[in-house]
């Protein structure tokens, strides 16, 4: 039988494997992609990509290519709650409540926090997108249509295990690593992955669709409208969203109606229906969509007991799923992928211990946890949502009536109106979760704790605080480097850590640049101030690095703070040099202890 041989192969080719293969291509690292399906999706799936996704997409060189494409900021900055998109009776067309979205509208704070501003581009569109990056990238290096049927492993690599759906050919891959980025389909079963939590919550089922609706979409800068509608019953409610591709605005071409079904309810395959329920619940009859495809999604809220089993890395959906509240699913499944890229590399070149290797567990599947909970959370905010409106789902009457009273221009009218507001304020969790999106952190791993605490967080996911506490991400300030200006998160570059410094004192920039030259570390240096190469134009960094000018940050490739030390220090050298051992691990073999021996097949 063929085989190949290769230091990280990455299986399925959704948001999590092709970024992996476009980071590790970046680094110079060799990878191989399979993917069992001939293409990529054709399903909308998720759309919105947060800003830290659009930084590490920025990182890679892949976010201008994205945004030529996407949706701006301004179409989805509103998303709102209205009766229904036409129709002349007294409830039509009525909107209960708008929030701002994503960083839109009256969001202005976001944009000092970020370089890049959140959008939308559909998994249908982005999937062909990374592809063509990573295949420019790799030539060759991608395959789809090509399944793992099986998988086993020892100390010293992986076989896989891979059949050409085509030819039906088989072959073994034999790899240093695997990412396992298949959303849970097949590795995880294999490995003993064990995921708890909530599961067959809904099914959601999906309606992708080419139609005009400019005459009733009235909102150019909303992304998504929710439908309540006291006439459907318990059918009395559905979202609909823009997807573009070339127009943003209400005369977005394609369209995605999303209806939520038990998962045990027989009605929810059949397809004949779902025109109807949108016609219904638009208050369109004579509406003659274009359909392109209906998907069906068994939301859960899940989280796997372990990401690491020996040499394979369980990544994005494989790892955790949960429900599309906040859009925690694609952009966390991109960021698991530039946590371990990094980390793979350093070892695979030898400048850092297979223990590195452990922390991306250590790191990630907290930020997980957290992120599952709290799109259940927001998945349950929903109801809240209906019951402020005064929907009882299944009594037409009692919603009609509640519903007369709340758009009513009298007392009861504004009470119920102010009631609306407040309950419905809860939505920001959702659409403004700006400190869940960035202010994410490492307590443990590839880290070191400085003794301080983190800055208190937003309850409600809003106030996004930034700091160089170590296992935070690096606060973005513009900065002027070179004569260009740059966000100070365009000083990491691709597979280097980065020292900052202040301009009075050059002891640690001589420190890291010899401790560099000594262990061949890829360590770039910066010193930042009021002259010289890079300028802090608008004090911004001065005023948020939280280390005196003679002190430095650490900062590693995927623009987390590994360390760093508020002043000068005796011996800068020694302490670079123990800073480094401790974050590569180099004393560290625990990962072998890690890579248990696992002989396994389908
Ligand atoms: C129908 C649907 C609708 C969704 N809608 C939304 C939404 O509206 N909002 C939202 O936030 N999220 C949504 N999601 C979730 C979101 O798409 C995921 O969170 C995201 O795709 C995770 O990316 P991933 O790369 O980890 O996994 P996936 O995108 O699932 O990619 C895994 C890939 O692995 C491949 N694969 C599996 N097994 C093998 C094998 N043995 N060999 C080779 N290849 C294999 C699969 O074919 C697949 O291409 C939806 C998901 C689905 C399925």
Redesign the pocket.
Known sequence: MRELRIPVLI???????LSSSIYLSELGTRSLL????ASP?Q?P????LNQRTMEVFRQIGVADAVYARSMPLKYISRIRWCTSLAGDGPLDRKTFYAIDSFGGGSLTHYRADSPCESTLYP?VRLEPLLREEAERRNPGGLLYY???VAIEQDRESVTALIRDRESGEEFKVIADYVIA???G??IGPIVGSKLTGATNMVD?V?VYFRADLSQWWDDDHAMTTWFVNPDGGSWSSGVLGKLGPTKFDRHSEEWMF?FSFRPDDPARFDQSSLLPRMRELLKLPEFEPDIIGI???VVEGVLADRYRFGRIFL????AH?HP?TT????NS?IQDAHNLAWKLDLVLRGQASDGLLDSYETERRPVAERNVKWALMTFQNHPLTDVGIGLVRGNAEVSQSNFAAFFADDDEGRTRRARLNDVISVQRMEWQAHDLELGFYYDRGAIIADGTFPPERDPMGGKYTPTTRPGHRLPHAWIEHKGERKSTLDLVGKGAFLLITGSDDATWATAARQLAAEQGLHLEVVSIGDTGECIDIDRRWTSLREVSSQGAVLVRPDNHVAWRSRGPKADALKALRDAFGKILMLDHNAGQTQADTTRLAS
């Open positions: 299986v399925g080719a959704g948001g999590c494997g399979i993917e069992r399906h999706g399903l799936k998720a759309r919105y998994q090509h399944e793992l980025a298949d959303g389909r097949t959601m999906t999303h998907g069906h999604w990544a994005g959906d494989a799923r599309p859009g925690l699913g694609l499944a």
